[in-house]
């Protein structure tokens, strides 16, 4: 096993499979199996999901509503959807804490860091929800964030290219993907990776990031085994 300790991040909009808003259950099984197949080898397992299935920030203005109020409603999204990958998990036999960066107190514990820590020690599968519980962060930030706080070894992006790419391989079939790449490379060549905030605190705490597609079964347990997936940021 190359990893003992992980922060996978995934995507509100992952969580949608097909579906053109909200939560697909089938995306919802597929994700559970896929982490109970790493917890079983015994990697201790930190999740941030994200909201941008339900709700982004960036779309109240569109509706009325000011930044800073959709912000936190987009935070209260990644609430919701840390409660279905909550209950995936625990379906599927695995153990689990849900951990908020906002007081819900009745659906959620507060994070803590130590206590998180204890959890992970235990077994339980963390979920942080809510992202870092602050207006004009993403949950890229939380997650770069909580993996340095955690002390992860690896950002796991899950996304639904299977890695960096020289160009938008959707729009260029000649795009080449990276296998590993520097920080300074993506800076320099302005790839888009995570926002600004969340690369520049994985790279000034040198907290490598593995982007690869969440949705091909089994890519998780092949890059946990040290194979190489998707593109490595270091
Ligand atoms: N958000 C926030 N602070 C945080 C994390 C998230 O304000 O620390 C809000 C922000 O409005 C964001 C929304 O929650 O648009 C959903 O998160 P994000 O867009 O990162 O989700 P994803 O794109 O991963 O689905």
Do not use: W
């Not at 397992?45 to 203005?61: H, K, L, M, W």
């Not at 990276?178 to 000034?204: H, P, R």
């Amino acid at each position: 096993m190359k990893f003992k300790r992980i922060l996978l991040k995934l995507s509100g909009e992952a969580l949608m499979g097909k579906k053109k808003y909200g939560i697909d259950p089938q995306r919802l099984e597929q994700y559970a199996q896929e982490i109970r197949k790493v917890k079983d080898i015994g990697l201790e397992i930190a999740i941030v999901i994200g909201g941008g299935n339900i709700f982004r920030g960036e779309s109240a203005e569109a509706i009325g509503i000011d930044r800073v109020q959709g912000d936190y409603m987009g935070m209260l999204a990644t609430v919701i959807n840390g409660m279905a990958l909550q209950s995936a998990l625990e379906k599927a036999g695995m153990f689990t804490r849900l951990m908020s960066g906002i007081k819900v107190e009745q659906v959620c514990e507060q994070f803590i860091r130590r206590r998180a820590v204890r959890h992970l020690e235990k077994g339980r599968i963390v979920i942080f929800g809510a992202g870092i519980g602050n207006p004009y962060f993403t949950t890229d930030t939380t997650a770069s964030l909580r993996a340095i706080e955690i002390e992860a070894e690896v950002v796991l992006k899950g996304t639904r290219v299977d890695g960096l790419y020289t160009a938008d391989p959707e729009k260029h079939p000649d795009a080449k993907r990276f296998t590993q790449i520097s920080f300074q490379e993506v800076f320099k060549n302005g790839y888009e990776v995570m926002d600004m905030t969340a690369f520049t605190l994985c790279q000034e705490n040198n907290l490598p990031i593995i982007i690869f597609d969440m949705n091909k079964p089994g890519n998780l347990m092949k890059i946990v085994q040290g194979d190489e997936v998707g593109t490595l940021v270091h």
